[in-house]
């Protein structure tokens, strides 16, 4: 058990130090059992075995899946390219369900050179979500033309920032939460802004007071620290492999765009800005383009290989 976590370690750490190393991470994975994984290459895809996943609305399932797979090859699930890494002769990735989903059963592919081999069959169970009435500052619900052309604005460099992702982990770690405090408003509940606008509440709210010190979630880089109209003082970390984490109305930002953080650094402090009730932080997680909820990735991530 020993040597495969230093095995782990050891080859997550090739991988910080080169971008161009995903060829040298399968190397190192496939030269652990030469003469077994030659014979793998060989009879590929025969030797995949299809791993039976649960997923839910909302929610991130961990696809670990043991076998010889090549960097060179793709991952699709439910017809969604997905970001993977390999690990000690395994394939993983993190597979996400929409919140609007449909709760219908899809199946996980990996194409390598014209052949298919099916990876993964995934069941949707089904979840429900509460619903909660709340009243904001009616300046933030119905927006005068500025304040929209700033939004809108605001959502393009979003948008730019969660666009591009790499394609290995820049985590060594599972993942955390940004703040051990009581949870205010779950994810996924349905919200009746001043009893007319009607969204969804895609992150999970913590009870925070301002200046209380907010934690990075994992290892990663800030791709977004600045203010935003609606999430106010905004941060928004890339940890690679198409995983985002959000953390919003914040009152002091503590780090740079561009810049690398190590887990559970203070990236800032919580506060009150932007479209609020009073001061808290809404933690947000986005997994290959999904709002999901953080607990789940959370959970999930405790089931990577080590
Ligand atoms: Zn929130």
Redesign the pocket.
Known sequence: MKSYRVLFYALMGTLMVSCASNIVKEDISSSVKKDESSQHVKEWPKTIEPQLLNIRPGEVSLLVVPGTFNRAGSLKCGGKDYKFYLADNKLVSFISETYFSKEKPFSCFFFLKGEKAKVADIKTLSKKFPSERLKVDKKRVFLNKKDAARARKESKIRAKAYASSPDRPLFFEPFSHPIKSFVT?IYGSKRVFNKKKQTQ?L?T?YRAAVGVPIKAANRGEIVISRNFFYTGNTIIIDHGLGIFTMY?HLSKLHVQEGEIVPMGSVIGLAGSTGRVTGPHL?WGVTVNGLAIEGDSLVEASKGLPR
């Open positions: 408003s509440h992150g709210d919003g809404h």
